[in-house]
């Protein structure tokens, strides 16, 4: 499941914000929903982390959704 997720924030996240420079730091399961899931985004282009969702049906990408500014994730430096 983890490439699936990780493949569809990382083109999601570079059509978003428009750089090939892109880091998925983190990706965990929202417990409310078992088919939605959340990424850590840093791109280059922009200041600070930046989130979206994933969301998946039967392991293929159904949806993905910007959540704007995303919350730092713990121990992890900005990359740029």
């Keep these: ?3 699936i997720l990780h493949d569809s924030a990382l083109a999601g ?3 978003t914000y428009q ?3 892109v ?3 983190i990706i965990q399961e929202e417990n409310d929903e078992t088919d939605r899931y959340l990424a850590l985004i840093a791109a280059a282009n922009q200041s ?3 989130a979206a969702e994933v969301w ?3 392991g293929a990408e159904v949806a993905i959704n910007d959540l ?3 919350i730092p994730p ?3 430096a900005w990359p740029w």
């Design 1 to 3: 499941m983890t490439p």
């Design 13 to 15: 996240a570079k059509a």
């Design 19 to 21: 750089t090939d420079e």
């Design 23 to 25: 880091v998925i730091a």
């Design 48 to 50: 600070s982390w930046q």
């Design 56 to 58: 998946l049906e039967d």
């Design 68 to 70: 704007w500014e995303g």
């Design 74 to 76: 713990d121990g992890v």
